[in-house]
């Protein structure tokens, strides 16, 4: 059935009347020609979009920083430093393909100036000088110098100056501020570091109880009291360590510490000078202290029946004696007691740990020993009543030596011991 399309179907076929024996064919044109034109618009659409990317264009870039480059050279070589221009920026126009520069960033372009030729303090003009990406030009700047002041470099140490916040109970006291180090070295553009007084420190350390520590950043002060922030200055530190003792006190006995036990009040006066001390120190190590030892007294050598001595206090770690010192006087007098002599041959010594591998021998050796004890009973004390012993554990040579020898009384019914010192002859083969 044919419409108004010329004989033509919707399918793209021409019709033949049947009785004429024709056949239906298609029509390619109607199809092909609206592709070709597409194709041809979109060649040239591409063409022209190529055309435009490839076309030379110019973009202005702002802000650029300006890095200082031969720095370390300048300062090495000629000892200058750099006064100023760390902080300089520069605008550049680059030129180049639309897609090129469509595509630069910031970051892609550097801009320096280099100090290592400078020979000269004082101003100088350097020009500046613009690297970026390879196919792109550099046209223009905003400005094509750079005005950067170099100085003498110089160094000086300046005190550091502690400003402690706190509070603190009335049971405690505080002690000196401990800064470490107390001198800063700062190093620069001797026009800077000569303006600088000290370096000031702040700390807050609320209420404390006890000794406290902190590592802290210090701030850079001039002589006008106005805090100095330049790059253009060093430190041999950046921080200090502040130390706030914190003290307790507390006035305890004290103790006079015998070696053997020999001397008890039962059998002696024992007055110590002073007999009581105030200590100081941590508050946590004060609240544990109940007394002082006195360094240990042997009562062995206490020849006399009444003697006075100087002797040392042990104080615990970081603890003190207020108002200094760190020595007591004591004196031991016995009470009902006397000296019984008694003749004894060293040769008799009981040896513990003898030499291996080695023989000894003790020589005779008579001594008058003289036995301190209770009046009570000291016509019991006899050469039976006294032991002695040697220890050779240091002696392991052969050889010939003078040993000490130590001494034990057996006392019924009281007390005894042998005072004074003696040595016997040990040879070792």
Same mark, same amino acid.
């Given at each position: 059935?044919?419409?108004? $399309?010329?004989?033509?179907?919707?399918?793209?076929?021409?019709?033949? %009347? #049947?009785?004429?024996?024709?056949?239906?064919?298609?029509?390619?044109? #109607?199809?092909?020609?609206?592709?070709?034109?597409?194709?041809?618009?979109?060649?040239?659409?591409?063409?022209?979009?190529?055309?435009?990317?490839? +076309?030379?264009?110019?973009?202005?870039?702002?802000?650029?920083?300006?890095?200082?480059?031969?720095? &370390?050279?300048?300062?090495?070589? #000629?000892?200058?430093?750099?006064?100023?221009?760390?902080?300089?920026?520069?605008?550049?126009?680059?030129?180049?393909?639309?897609?090129?520069?469509?595509?630069?960033?910031?970051?892609?372009?550097?801009?320096?100036?280099?100090?290592?030729?400078?020979?000269?303090?004082?101003?100088?003009?350097? %020009?500046?000088? !613009?690297?970026?990406?390879?196919? @792109?030009?550099?046209?223009?700047?905003?400005? $094509?110098?750079?005005?950067?002041?170099?100085?003498?470099?110089?160094?000086?140490?300046?005190?550091?100056?502690?400003?402690? @916040?706190?509070?603190?109970?009335?049971?405690?006291?505080?002690?000196?501020?401990?800064?470490?180090?107390?001198?800063?070295?700062?190093?620069?553009?001797?026009?800077?570091?000569?303006?600088?007084?000290?370096?000031?420190?702040?700390?807050?350390?609320?209420?404390?109880?006890?000794?406290?520590?902190? +590592?802290?950043?210090?701030?850079?002060?001039?002589?006008?009291?106005? &805090?100095?922030?330049?790059?253009?200055?060093?430190?041999?530190?950046?921080?200090?360590?502040?130390?706030?003792?914190?003290?307790?006190?507390?006035?305890?006995?004290?103790?006079?510490?015998?070696?053997?036990? *020999?001397?008890?009040?039962?059998?002696?006066?024992?007055?110590?000078? %002073?007999?009581?001390?105030?200590?100081?120190?941590?508050?946590?190590?004060?609240?544990?202290?109940?007394?002082?030892?006195?360094?240990?007294?042997?009562?062995?050598?206490?020849?006399?029946?009444?003697?006075?001595?100087?002797?040392? @206090?042990?104080?615990?770690?970081?603890?003190?004696?207020?108002?200094?010192?760190?020595?007591?006087?004591?004196?031991?007098?016995?009470?009902?007691?006397?000296?019984?002599?008694?003749?004894?041959?060293?040769?008799?010594?009981?040896?513990?740990?003898?030499?291996?591998?080695?023989? *000894?021998?003790?020589?005779?050796?008579?001594?008058?020993?003289?036995?301190?004890?209770?009046?009570?009973?000291?016509?019991?004390?006899?050469?039976?009543?006294?032991?002695?012993?040697?220890?050779?554990?240091?002696?392991?040579?052969?050889? +010939?030596?003078? !040993?000490?020898?130590?001494?034990?009384?057996?006392?019924?019914?009281?007390? &005894?011991?042998?005072?004074?010192?003696?040595?016997?002859?040990?040879?070792?083969?």
């Amino acid at each position: 059935m044919q419409d108004g $399309n010329n004989g033509i179907d919707e399918g793209g076929f021409e019709e033949h %009347p #049947r009785g004429t024996g024709g056949r239906r064919r298609p029509h390619v044109l #109607r199809n092909i020609i609206p592709i070709l034109l597409s194709l041809v618009a979109a060649t040239l659409l591409w063409l022209y979009a190529t055309s435009l990317d490839s +076309t030379s264009t110019s973009k202005r870039f702002t802000q650029i920083g300006v890095a200082l480059q031969g720095v &370390a050279t300048m300062q090495n070589q #000629r000892g200058f430093s750099v006064l100023s221009g760390y902080d300089s920026t520069v605008d550049v126009t680059v030129t180049g393909s639309k897609s090129d520069i469509n595509q630069l960033r910031n970051s892609d372009i550097t801009a320096y100036v280099d100090l290592s030729s400078v020979t000269a303090a004082g101003e100088q003009s350097l %020009p500046i000088r !613009v690297k970026t990406k390879t196919g @792109l030009q550099v046209t223009g700047l905003s400005t $094509n110098y750079l005005v950067v002041y170099v100085d003498k470099t110089t160094s000086n140490k300046v005190p550091v100056m502690a400003n402690i @916040l706190q509070s603190h109970e009335s049971s405690v006291m505080l002690g000196d501020v401990i800064i470490d180090p107390a001198t800063v070295t700062v190093s620069g553009p001797e026009q800077l570091i000569m303006t600088i007084d000290h370096a000031q420190v702040t700390v807050d350390l609320g209420r404390i109880t006890q000794t406290m520590e902190i +590592t802290e950043q210090f701030t850079l002060i001039d002589k006008n009291g106005e &805090a100095v922030n330049s790059q253009y200055i060093t430190t041999d530190v950046s921080s200090v360590q502040i130390t706030q003792p914190v003290y307790a006190q507390a006035t305890v006995p004290v103790n006079v510490q015998y070696k053997y036990g *020999y001397v008890t009040p039962a059998n002696a006066a024992i007055q110590v000078t %002073p007999s009581t001390v105030t200590v100081v120190g941590e508050p946590s190590v004060i609240a544990g202290i109940s007394f002082i030892d006195t360094q240990v007294i042997d009562e062995t050598g206490l020849v006399d029946m009444n003697t006075t001595q100087t002797v040392g @206090l042990v104080l615990p770690a970081g603890v003190s004696v207020s108002g200094g010192g760190n020595t007591c006087q004591v004196d031991t007098q016995f009470t009902g007691a006397t000296d019984q002599k008694v003749r004894y041959d060293l040769s008799d010594a009981q040896v513990v740990n003898p030499p291996s591998g080695l023989m *000894y021998k003790i020589d005779s050796q008579q001594e008058e020993l003289t036995v301190r004890c209770d009046a009570a009973i000291a016509e019991t004390i006899t050469r039976d009543s006294v032991s002695c012993g040697v220890d050779l554990s240091k002696y392991t040579d052969k050889g +010939t030596y003078a !040993v000490p020898v130590t001494f034990m009384v057996s006392a019924d019914g009281g007390w &005894a011991f042998v005072v004074g010192s003696y040595t016997c002859t040990v040879e070792i083969y």
